[in-house]
């Protein structure tokens, strides 16, 4: 499957993605075969993304942000840019932006920074750069806006 991914043909892949998913235990290769495209940095993680975002269950979250949180940094930079093709329901995808928000890593905050802005539209005063005390209130905005959601 890792091979397969590799293809740059969208409908091929969202075909691969609806075949695998559909076979028992399929879902399961499928948020295997997620990490370990965003671990590896290869492929059309975004594709893949999106063809698992509506079957995303508890579990799948849970490992999305413990690799958010301490993944190798190239994995977290990599699911930070496909954070937004997830149902804005997921309050697993929200924390894990806004973990990656308060992260001591510059490049991972600029990351979530986009990553904010592509799932709110907005980027509630946020500055990856700026002062430590204003990053925190524009992470405590965001929370609490995405609190009910």
Known sequence: ??????????????????????????????????????????????ALARAISSKATAAFGERFLQEVKGGPKEARLALLDVASCF???????????????????????????GALFSVEGQDYGYDPQGPEAEREEAITRFRKATRNL
């Open 1 to 46: 499957l890792l091979h397969l991914a590799t293809v740059n043909n969208k409908e091929t892949l969202a075909a691969l993605y609806d075949a695998t998913g559909a076979l028992e235990g399929g879902a399961e290769l499928l948020e295997d075969l997620f990490f370990e495209m965003a671990r590896a940095g290869q492929g059309n993680l975004a």
């Open 87 to 113: 149902k804005k329901t997921c309050s697993w995808m929200f924390e894990s932006v806004a973990t990656a928000l308060a992260d001591p890593d510059e490049e991972i905050r600029d990351a979530a920074g």
